[in-house]
């Protein structure tokens, strides 16, 4: 699938009107999923993405941010930690979404995106609640 039609089909899934918003939320929740990866496994799903994605994928933009403000990793472990991640990012970006709803859209296009092997390695990083929703998105 190409870039734009990852996009599509977030803005499909999540019911988003504006492509530009659908983009934001892309990155977002990329870039909050990727560091919760290891670096391996954070480069084998990159191997994945069209070209364009992959800039995004590696966006460090706000995780470094985030290790200058706190002084520690990115390791969320629980659902709600994730989704206010996600929320956080979406009120300072004055965005019209549902954390829940977005991170479940793009989780799901990323899936149909990727290998199932992939898939299945994402899947086994993650903590117990976290495998539950990565699955069910």
Do not use: C
Not at 4 to 28: G, P
């Amino acid at each position: 699938m190409t870039a734009h039609e990852f996009t599509k089909r977030v803005m499909e899934l999540a019911d988003i009107q504006e492509k530009e918003v659908a983009e934001k939320a892309i990155q977002i929740v990329f870039s909050i999923l990727r560091h919760r990866l290891t670096e391996e496994e954070a480069s084998d799903v990159k191997s994945q993405l069209p070209h364009e994605l992959k800039r995004v994928w590696d966006n460090h933009v706000w995780i470094t941010n985030f290790f200058k403000l706190s002084g520690r990793k990115l390791k969320y472990h629980h659902v709600n930690e994730l989704l206010t991640l996600v929320e956080n990012e979406i009120l300072r970006e004055n965005l019209p979404l549902s954390a829940d709803n977005i991170t479940k859209a793009v989780i799901h296009t990323l899936k149909e995106q990727i290998s199932f092997g992939e898939t299945k390695d994402v899947i086994a990083i993650l903590p117990d609640e976290l495998k539950d929703y990565y699955r069910a998105a």
